[in-house]
């Protein structure tokens, strides 16, 4: 019998990382209605459809994390319409569901962001394990410039919490604290805050009871804000891995970074150097990475079928860069 273990492990190992496709209902509209393509339930499907369906997908990404929408839906397999999360599976990609129901402002936080969707999420989580969901994922916002102690333990707590309803529903988490990169802040700004937020996480996930073997943590490369001077690779992987020294348990089977708002160019050179200084680690260094994977395909796409093959190259393009940097090979030019 398959063991969250052994999921987890899935997830993160064989040189793959794991597609996000979990954009909410109204933001991938926005990003569809940017490409001059209607905003349609269908559309919406259709351009799901053409990212996981890629030829060779499987060979790149592990997973894909989809939103309730899509999950619920239909995709086309050769002559055969399918349930999404059986045609995933039969691509050879798990699925995955978004389950937080995004941000609102914290009480007394002092402009800071929590994480809303804890409520009736044990019978979400129960209902979407049964359409064939194998994963979650569970995004907390941090601003650098609202990283209160009582902003991250507030996140960490819903995190921990959601982990640990996963976890019983036979749902592998994946956690998500993102310290943003907007912002001017400097390399050692990003640090410090990701420090403070990874030491909240893991604390509470010890408070639930989370197994640790069982949930993979995704969460951001410590870089400067995208408005300050960039760093180079090799002092973002330093800094990047002095701090998951510090914090991360070695019982965590992976760590599966998110882009960030970097291109994919400057994702895979972030995620190669850190690869390339890993050593023999305990945990897997992998990608979970959304825009930098799929924005040029949605852009040749263009709500075209004549344009789906361009599409789906372009997408395996970017996906074999993000795998050729988990072997820590940086790719040659920005």
């Given at each position: 019998?398959r063991t969250l273990a052994d999921t987890a492990l899935s997830l993160v190992s064989s040189g793959r990382g794991i597609l996000a496709a979990d954009e909410s209902v109204r933001t991938m509209s926005q990003r569809l209605e940017a490409e001059g393509v209607p905003a349609t339930e269908e559309n919406r499907r259709a351009y799901r459809e053409l990212l996981v369906s890629a030829p060779g997908l499987r060979d790149r990404v592990s997973g894909v994390i989809l939103c309730d929408e899509t999950l ?263």
């Amino acid at each position: 019998m398959r063991t969250l273990a052994d999921t987890a492990l899935s997830l993160v190992s064989s040189g793959r990382g794991i597609l996000a496709a979990d954009e909410s209902v109204r933001t991938m509209s926005q990003r569809l209605e940017a490409e001059g393509v209607p905003a349609t339930e269908e559309n919406r499907r259709a351009y799901r459809e053409l990212l996981v369906s890629a030829p060779g997908l499987r060979d790149r990404v592990s997973g894909v994390i989809l939103c309730d929408e899509t999950l619920r839906q239909h995709a086309s397999f050769g002559d055969v319409d399918l349930a999404f999360p059986e045609a995933c599976h039969r691509w050879g990609v798990l699925p995955g569901i978004k389950v937080d129901t995004g941000t609102t402002p914290l009480a007394f936080g002092e402009g800071a962001l929590v994480t809303e969707g804890l409520d009736g999420l044990r019978d979400r989580l129960k209902e979407y394990a049964g359409l064939g969901a194998a994963f979650a994922k569970w995004r907390a916002v941090i601003d650098v410039a609202s990283a209160s102690d009582h902003a991250l333990k507030a996140n960490a707590h819903a995190l921990a919490r959601y982990a640990a309803l996963c976890q019983e529903q036979g749902l592998v988490p994946i956690v998500e604290p993102e310290v943003l990169c907007t912002g001017d802040h400097d390399l050692d700004r990003c640090a410090e805050v990701t420090d403070r937020a990874l030491a909240a996480v893991f604390e509470q996930l010890e408070a639930q009871h989370v197994d640790l073997a069982g949930m993979v943590l995704k969460p951001n490369l410590v870089t400067p804000g995208l408005g300050a001077v960039p760093a180079p690779a090799d002092q973002v992987a330093a800094a990047t891995l002095k701090v998951l020294d510090r914090r991360v348990p070695p019982a965590l089977p992976g760590i599966a970074f998110l882009s960030g708002g970097h291109d994919n160019v400057t994702a895979c050179r972030y995620l190669a150097a850190v690869n390339a200084a890993a050593g023999e680690r305990s945990w897997r260094l992998t990608f979970s990475f959304g825009r930098a994977l799929v924005s040029d395909a949605l852009r040749r796409w263009g709500g075209e079928e004549a344009h789906r093959d361009e599409a789906q190259a372009v997408l395996l393009a970017n996906c074999a860069r993000a795998a050729d940097a988990i072997a820590g090979r940086a790719p040659a030019a920005a």
